[in-house]
């Protein structure tokens, strides 16, 4: 059974007929899925859906892109103590889009980390064109725990979050033909090291390119990295859960 460790189940995308996208990623063979929070509105959704649906738990944050105006942060203290919370986050940095400030995204996520600690939660964390920086603040608040979510960084990359203790997760565009230097790149990650996610509703997979995400799509993942690996799909389809089971302490 995978899991599908970073979902946004509570997207509008998925209004229509969420309870046919959750039974699709149950025949895919998908027995988790973590849904993430973006802002507290989004946090608070994707409690609902934890809290109705037994296979699905939630991790409530605040985007970087939401730092400019991130509105009640304290709130996420209460949200984090959830017994269906397994994270905190999608907190971290954004060098790419810069929606918000620099000095704001960071006061952001560290108060993020904060909850975190405070809370005995790992972090989810986004980022991107932010690798220096990430790793800078992480070690400054080490010991943590946590996954950076959709990495695509270099081996550079993966040796500081390894040095951390921390979990990559791999998304979709591992599968794209322009891939090349990440699937390189997995060679560096052990595989006690790796989860796998969607990301959904964005990053659809090749083989589902140009379509909503969904997170029964997370085996077309699974099966790149045991083909880029050179290791048995099976192999990859039991480690990987079992990483989020111990990352997350939803069980075995």
Known sequence: ?????????????????LPDVLRRAREAGVGRIVTIGTSLE???RARAIAEREPDVWFAPGIHPHEADAPG??????????????VA????????????????????????????????????????????????????????????????????????GYLGLNFFLSIAGPVTYPNAKDLRETLRYIPLENLLVETDCPLLAPQAKRG????????????????????LPVDEVRAATPANAARLFGFGP
């Open 211 to 230: 379509t909503r995400n969904e997170p029964a799509y997370v085996a077309y993942t699974a099966a790149e990295i045991a083909a880029a690996g050179e």
């Open 1 to 17: 059974m995978l899991t599908d460790s970073h979902a946004h189940l509570d997207d509008p995308a998925f209004a229509p007929d």
């Open 88 to 159: 905190v986050g999608e907190t971290g940095l954004d060098y790419f889009k810069t929606h918000a400030s620099v000095p704001n995204q960071k006061a952001l996520f560290v108060r993020q980390l904060e909850i975190a600690a405070e809370a005995g939660k790992p972090v989810t964390i986004h980022c991107r064109d932010a690798h220096p920086d990430c790793l800078a603040i992480l070690r400054a608040h080490a010991p943590l725990r946590g996954v950076i979510h959709c990495f695509t960084g270099d081996a550079a990359a993966v040796e």
């Open 72 to 85: 009640d942060v304290d709130a996420l203290r209460e949200l984090a103590g959830h017994p269906r919370a």
């Open 42 to 44: 989004s946090s608070r």
